[in-house]
């Protein structure tokens, strides 16, 4: 849903490599101040209620190496900026607020009925597309193409990037509607194009075109 806060276990976190970055604090020494804040919590409140309400150890990879970083909760997230002082760390904080906020109003409406039943139908969609790449892929090789292949993830990122998604999981009733609506778009104009014998790559064209037209309906979320 957004790049500050995501789901992990079903809860809402953020992580300290992007905290650090936002709000201008060398890596190092967060991760220095958040150790030191784990260990205050532990010990005042013992390890099943303390630090592990707040932090949870993780690593991030950098050039194929793996580096130590934290994931934070709300709680965590709060402690830790606390002391942030000026005019951007408002700004950040703000910012992270409504994320939040965002995150966990998602994680209410994921356990609703109608979450669950418009996700299994949203598969049924992404089943139909999938068939009608492949029929495009064949008919790329036909044409030539010796990456045809790439053809399902240009397709998938180009149906993401319209309904303004980039995980289903973590996509709202609305995104995924939006996201069907895309994706039978596609089928559309991909069977139609094979159909009149267009380029392959037209046909990509045709499908970006008839989908910028539909995201610009009020309707639907700004990508």
């Not at 966990?104 to 994921?110: D, G």
Request: aromatic content about 10%.
């Amino acid at each position: 849903m957004n790049e500050l806060v995501y789901l992990k276990n079903d809860e809402a976190v953020c992580d300290s490599l992007h905290v650090a970055e936002k709000f201008g604090k060398r890596h190092d020494k967060l991760i220095a101040e958040i150790r030191r804040m784990y260990g205050e919590l532990i010990g005042k409140r013992g390890v099943q209620n303390g630090g592990a309400k707040f932090f949870f150890e993780s690593t991030y990879e950098n050039r194929g190496k793996r580096y130590p970083m934290f994931l934070m909760t709300r709680d965590g997230f709060s402690l830790l900026v606390m002391g942030f002082t000026g005019k951007e760390a408002l700004e950040w904080k703000l910012q992270y607020i409504r994320a939040f906020n965002q995150m966990e109003n998602f994680i209410r409406e994921k356990s609703t009925q109608m979450w669950i039943e418009t996700r299994k139908a949203g598969k049924l969609t992404r089943k139909a597309e999938t068939d009608t790449i492949q029929k495009l892929v064949e008919y790329a090789k036909g044409q030539g193409s010796s990456h045809a292949e790439m053809l399902y993830m240009t397709y998938s990122r180009l149906a993401n990037k319209m309904a303004g998604i980039n995980k289903r999981d973590e996509a709202t009733v609305m995104q995924l509607n939006n996201l069907s609506l895309m994706e039978n778009i596609i089928l559309h104009e991909v069977d139609l194009g094979i159909m009149q014998g267009k380029p392959y790559k037209e046909i990509y064209k045709d499908c970006r075109k008839r989908l910028e037209a539909v995201k610009d309906l009020a309707y639907l979320e700004a990508v």
